[in-house]
């Protein structure tokens, strides 16, 4: 995680994540990325609207009935650059490249 978010650390602020032991190392996260780091309570899942909203979209391209071992790099790459050019209501409809561009800063590019 620290890894894909370094190019970003500046504009990454806060992290909120669910309570798996995937992020059991969440001070150590916090600390590199010079970012709080917050828990979201279980089962609620509007606290984390970004990344439910997120999901569904995914979804559209990696249906849940979908072995993903199956998932080529070549089609994980089109989908994070169609997700990245999709306006969204949200950013006054523009595109998280677009919001990411003002700054300097491009996803995925």
């Known amino acids: 995680m620290v890894e894909l978010?370094?190019?970003?650390?500046k504009k990454?602020?806060?992290i909120t994540s669910d309570?798996?032991?995937e992020f059991?190392?969440?001070?150590?996260?916090?600390?590199q990325l010079k970012a709080?780091?917050?828990?979201?309570?279980p089962y609620a899942s509007w606290e984390?609207?970004?990344n439910e909203n997120t999901n569904g979209l995914i979804r559209q391209y990696f249906p849940?009935?979908?072995d993903f071992t199956t998932i080529t790099q070549q089609e994980i790459d089109m989908a994070m650059e169609r997700l990245d050019n999709r306006?969204?209501?949200?950013?006054?409809y523009q595109t998280p490249n677009q919001v990411f561009l003002k700054s300097g800063v491009a996803l995925h590019t």
Request: hydrophobic share 25%.
């Open 5 to 9: 978010l370094k190019p970003y650390r």
């Open 48 to 50: 984390r609207g970004t």
């Open 64 to 66: 849940k009935d979908l």
């Open 87 to 92: 306006p969204r209501k949200r950013l006054g």
């Open 24 to 31: 059991a190392g969440h001070e150590a996260i916090s600390k």
């Open 12 to 14: 990454v602020h806060t």
């Open 36 to 41: 709080n780091f917050y828990f979201a309570h």
């Open 19 to 21: 309570n798996g032991r």
